[in-house]
């Protein structure tokens, strides 16, 4: 059987197993950011990123189904998740030297999203939470002050964008609950190659043309994002959120964008400034008080 999303998950124990899932799903999405800023800096950005929906949709299409009263939602989702998204997102990291300052500023999706459900959904929320977003918001507006980060604005910008079209992605998940997880991305996988390919059509033409000559050193980059991060990291999600609450599972994802900023730090060889680091932990506390708070509220951030 396929794994469906689950808000509750079962009370287990933590086994090996589950710490060895742990481990491996936040190395997966830590280390995706090198993966991806190879892969648009030796091809292009928005056909890197038709590439990768591309694998996405050959690894998931054999999930692919209509679910009756879902299709409105997987097609929007499909479209930001699987195309605007990673339009914004590839863009920055092309555009950006520091790309640890991009690890830091995506963290932004988690007070986007509640803030939208506060709109959207009329949600409630209490003064641990209103500080969660103020610290989140407060500690990435650090990044501005940096002056390592003056050519790096228009980057930050974009990811902010990313940011919050992920946030969206986010509200239209849980018209989702209980599709399976694979279903989810081969509708993901469809529509973003659909999109990204139109768009890399126009945009990067000549990008387009020499994909059949892409060497296979380029193709593994993409097929790390596009498996390793997006099939296999999301996959490895669902599965502990079979096995245990929310509230247990979402803060143990806080470890990827640190494991994000010292490993880019080291690949590219920009260690993070004093600022970068001050801006970032309390960036980072204010999104583990969210994650924390809201898990424990019972909704998936």
């Given at each position: 059987?396929?794994?469906?999303?689950?808000?509750?998950?079962?009370?287990?124990?933590?086994?090996?197993?589950?710490?060895?899932?742990?481990?491996?799903?936040?190395?997966?999405?830590?280390?995706?950011?090198i993966a991806v800023k190879?892969?648009?800096?030796?091809?292009?950005?928005?056909?890197?990123g038709f590439l990768r929906?591309?694998?996405?949709?050959?690894?998931?299409?054999?999930?692919?189904?209509?679910?009756?009263?879902?299709?409105?939602?997987?097609?929007?989702?499909?479209?930001?998740?699987?195309?605007?998204?990673?339009?914004?997102?590839?863009?920055?990291?092309?555009?950006?030297?520091?790309?640890?300052?991009?690890?830091?500023?995506?963290?932004?999706?988690?007070?986007?999203?509640?803030?939208?459900?506060?709109?959207?959904?009329?949600?409630?929320?209490?003064?641990?939470?209103?500080?969660?977003?103020?610290?989140?918001?407060?500690?990435?507006?650090?990044?501005?002050?940096?002056?390592?980060?003056?050519?790096?604005?228009?980057?930050?910008?974009?990811?902010?964008?990313?940011?919050?079209?992920?946030?969206?992605?986010?509200?239209?998940?849980?018209?989702?609950?209980?599709?399976?997880?694979?279903?989810?991305?081969?509708?993901?996988?469809?529509?973003?190659?659909?999109?990204?390919?139109?768009?890399?059509?126009?945009?990067?033409?000549?990008?387009?043309?020499?994909?059949?000559?892409?060497?296979?050193?380029?193709?593994?980059?993409?097929?790390?994002?596009?498996?390793?991060?997006?099939?296999?990291?999301?996959?490895?999600?669902?599965?502990?959120?079979?096995?245990?609450?929310?509230?247990?599972?979402?803060?143990?994802?806080?470890?990827?964008?640190?494991?994000?900023?010292?490993?880019?730090?080291?690949?590219?060889?920009?260690?993070?400034?004093?600022?970068?680091?001050?801006?970032?932990?309390?960036?980072?506390?204010?999104?583990?008080?969210?994650?924390?708070?809201?898990?424990?509220?019972?909704?998936?951030?």
């Open positions: 059987m396929e794994p469906r999303i689950s808000s509750q998950g079962q009370n287990r124990g933590f086994g090996v197993q589950d710490l060895i899932v742990v481990a491996a799903m936040n190395i997966l999405w830590g280390f995706n950011i190879m892969a648009v800096s030796a091809i292009a950005p928005l056909t890197a929906q591309v694998l996405v949709f050959i690894v998931c299409m054999g999930s692919l189904r209509i679910v009756r009263g879902r299709m409105r939602a997987l097609t929007a989702l499909g479209i930001l998740s699987g195309g605007a998204f990673y339009v914004a997102t590839n863009l920055s990291l092309a555009i950006t030297h520091n790309v640890g300052a991009l690890a830091i500023a995506g963290q932004l999706g988690v007070p986007f999203s509640l803030i939208l459900a506060i709109i959207v959904f009329r949600e409630r929320i209490h003064l641990p939470r209103i500080i969660g977003i103020a610290l989140s918001v407060g500690g990435i507006g650090l990044l501005v002050f940096d002056p390592t980060m003056v050519n790096e604005i228009p980057g930050l910008a974009l990811t902010a964008l990313a940011s919050f079209i992920w946030a969206i992605c986010m509200l239209i998940q849980r018209r989702l609950i209980g599709v399976p997880v694979l279903t989810i991305y081969a509708w993901v996988g469809l529509w973003g190659t659909i999109t990204l390919g139109a768009v890399a059509v126009i945009a990067e033409p000549e990008a387009m043309r020499s994909i059949p000559s892409l060497p296979l050193g380029t193709l593994g980059w993409v097929a790390f994002s596009a498996i390793g991060s997006t099939v296999l990291g999301q996959g490895s999600m669902s599965w502990l959120l079979q096995r245990h609450p929310v509230s247990i599972v979402t803060p143990l994802t806080l470890a990827a964008p640190v494991i994000a900023v010292f490993a880019t730090g080291w690949y590219f060889d920009t260690p993070p400034t004093m600022l970068m680091l001050a801006g970032g932990a309390i960036a980072m506390i204010g999104v583990a008080i969210v994650t924390i708070r809201t898990a424990r509220a019972g909704d998936t951030p």
